[in-house]
């Protein structure tokens, strides 16, 4: 063995693409040994896996894997660290099964494990002769142990790029969930209810059928629908939506199914529809319940056939689309009242997934909450705010029955006008208890400057004061102006009559732009 195998092995060291490297050195041993065939092993998620191979059948043997409690060479050598010669006819440790396929098999087996710089064996690498003399390996002692040495130099390359390549995958990885934790897409939860729901999702994913997802306002089903095309085959192909209730009945079908130039006033030249331009992809029709029944048919059409009619078209286009729905309504409710089309909503509903409010997932209120103010802190530059037990305790007792997105815009707003660290419980807001004790019912939208809801005028009575058509702001300024002047513009007194704390109290006279005058 000359020094130019030596130089050759060393130059493995500055090639960081597994892919390239592997084939290197793997065609580098069998070249010194005179064969064709071998393969590389490595240890990934309690198995074996053929990473590489070489030969007329590579095919058949690369990304193979094998349990570590079948018995094979592969494994011996893994787990003991120690190069081994092997006749497979012979060995008890072979695995045979993995050559019954083969039209050629294996006659002689030389197997060396792969070492990091740390020694640590992380896989193998087979060096095979397929001759019916067994006589191409090169047996020797002396050149075994200068080939283990050649192996241990591209082992050690071959193991930093394996490594380099699962770093980029995790980076990757890292870099989408960051993107989808700004862009707000991340689905937060580890409730009974919510996990079910995700099991669903996670084997949604891997069919092609329509799916149908219901549920409140506000529970996240437009995030599940993008989770479903992202998880899915169709991941690399548009995902489009269309929200049925917010556009007209007329622009709606126009939207979907596209025109033909002249189809109506203003259609001066053809458009494609949403089905036509998500070809390949998913279509998620959102609030499904609102849509007109004559659109319906249509929609029944391109699930039967495959086929859209842009308006004003006399031929039919065929597209290939997985269908997403979902609604808030109560579906079956209207197909039996006739207002919702039976044909259709079974044609929606083969995969079916209920989303449950919020009230019935309240052990993931502290986990959304800290979601949000994460997620609102990084969009600010800024440090995320605590949350106390008492300000958890009214969040998680309150009845959401706007869901996850009332829960999101509070936290919105507590980020703006709590100034200190943590977020007190009397900053959620003074109307947040009084609007009810948890039982259901509209939260009121806090009041901020310019938004001001206007009292309904009154008669004053006996002892009673006359609001007249004060706002809300200029009733909670008069009151800390009163408080104040009572107290001699004693900051704590005046607190402590509130029924709030000083820095709470202060925040509020911050807000309301109350500052004492100098005299």
Known sequence: MDNSSFD?????????????????????????????????????????????????ERDNIRGVTLSTRQSSIVGWVIENGKMTVSDPGRDERHYRELEENLAVKSSLILCFPLFLKDRSVYGAVQVIDTSPDKRHLNLDK????????????GSVALGNAVLYREKLQETESLKTALKEYQEGKLIVGHSRAFQSCMELVKSYAKSDFPVLITGESGTGKELVAERLHRSGIRKDKPFLVQNCSSIPETLLESELFGYKKG?????????????????????????????????????????????????????????????????HREIKKMVAENTFRQDLFYRLAVLPIHMPSLRERREDIPLLVKHFLAKEGAKAG?????????????????????????????????????????????????????AGTGGGGEMPLPQVPGQEAR?????????????????????????????LEKNSWNVTWAARDSGLNRSTFASRLRRLGIRKQKR
């Not at 006996?462 to 909670?476: R, S």
Request: hydrophobic share 45%; net charge negative.
């Open 263 to 327: 189809a109506f006033s203003g259609a001066v030249k053809d458009k494609k529809g949403l089905f036509e331009a998500a070809d390949g992809g998913t279509v998620f029709l959102d609030e499904i319940g609102d849509m007109p029944m004559n659109i319906q048919a249509s929609i029944l059409r391109v699930l039967q056939n495959n086929e859209v009619k842009p308006l004003g078209s006399t031929r039919v286009r065929h597209v290939d689309v997985r269908i997403l729905s979902a609604t």
């Open 455 to 483: 009292l309904p005028a009154r008669d004053a009575r006996p002892g009673e004061i006359d609001f007249g058509n004060c706002t809300w702001l200029e009733v909670e300024k008069n009151y800390a102006l009163y408080l």
């Open 142 to 153: 002396s050149y075994l142990a200068n080939l283990q040495n050649l192996v241990d130099i």
């Open 8 to 56: 050759l092995f060393k130059s493995f060291a500055g090639e960081l693409d597994p892919e390239i490297l592997q084939k290197k050195f793997l065609n580098a041993l069998l070249k010194l040994q005179d064969v064709s065939r071998g393969s590389i092993w490595i240890r990934k998620n309690g198995m074996y896996e053929c990473i590489e191979a070489a030969g007329d």
């Open 382 to 434: 800024a440090v995320p705010k605590g949350v106390g037990s008492e300000a958890m305790r009214r969040l998680t007792a309150w009845s959401w029955p706007g869901n996850i997105r009332e829960l999101e815009n509070l936290i919105k707003y507590l980020m703006v006008v709590t100034e200190g660290d943590a977020i007190d419980p009397e900053a959620i807001s003074l109307d947040f208890e009084r």
